[in-house]
């Protein structure tokens, strides 16, 4: 196995188990990092207070925003929380704040995935549906109530693919099927953003940064599921990495 030429940053969550906190990350983002990129991933901590954001990424060739079970606490996006029995992580929304600022301004390549496609809304000055199946005119978007992952995170409905764009230039197509397993959404769109596909209830399902001067994207679904057995889910890792690789030429000359 040759050497991992990218080191590529991926926040932690924070859980407690038992009486001790823990900082973790999904094993199929990390996964899905090694096998589809060739990258090394290193986990990131939702330290914020106790790490320098800025000197840590500096050492980093991009930065990936994973899924969570936790929702952004809304007072991020200046809305009171509706939520009946809300699953927080106010640990892991410092963390990536912090990070995705420290990211902006030294232009790392970012991708986002999920809660990460949510957090760098949120970061960059938009908003979110805290409950997108109460929206009028919205579908369920959530995950199917079965045990099975298979199900899980097989295709749930096609989105639509902004013409030009990155996604469509991936898939050489107008329209792919995606996986669904998330309840918030995006309602306001941060104004440095601009849509890369959509669902077909209208919901922004992947966006990018509004200009070229860094390669920020982010999806609504998981990419990272059997990402070597879709080759439009592998195209998108595969654009990260290329990006990556483009800034490290950049930097290092």
């Not at 991009?62 to 079970?69: A, P, V």
């Not at 030009?164 to 941060?190: E, F, I, P």
């Amino acid at each position: 196995m040759s050497k991992p030429s990218l080191l590529i940053g991926a926040v932690a969550d924070y859980r407690m188990i038992g009486q001790h906190g823990y900082h973790m990350a999904g094993d199929k983002y990390l996964r899905a990092m090694t096998s589809a990129m060739g990258a090394l991933p290193v986990i990131l901590p939702a330290m914020t207070a106790d790490i320098d954001a800025p000197v840590l990424l500096s050492r980093l060739d991009g930065l990936l925003l994973t899924g969570g079970y936790a929702n952004i606490e809304p007072h991020h996006y200046g809305e009171e929380n509706q939520e009946t029995e809300p699953l927080r992580d106010p640990r892991r929304d410092s963390a990536s704040f912090a990070l995705i600022n420290a990211a902006m301004d030294i232009k790392l390549p970012i991708l986002g995935i999920c809660r990460g496609f949510q957090e760098l809304n949120v970061a960059l000055g938009g908003s979110l549906h805290q409950q997108v199946q109460d929206v009028d005119g919205l579908m369920d978007h959530r995950e199917p109530s079965v045990v099975e992952l298979e199900t899980r995170y097989g295709p749930s409905h096609p989105v639509r693919l902004v013409e030009g764009g990155y996604l469509q230039r991936c898939a050489q197509a107008d329209t792919v099927m995606v996986n669904s397993l998330h309840a918030q959404g995006v309602k306001r769109l941060a104004g440095e953003l601009t849509v890369e596909a959509v669902a077909e209830d209208g919901l922004i399902e992947a966006y990018r940064l509004d200009n070229d001067s860094q390669f920020l994207l982010a999806v609504q679904w998981h990419p990272e599921w059997k990402v070597m057995e879709n080759p439009f889910y592998r195209s998108i890792f595969k654009l990260f990495e290329q990006a990556c690789h483009s800034q490290k030429r950049i930097e290092h000359g």
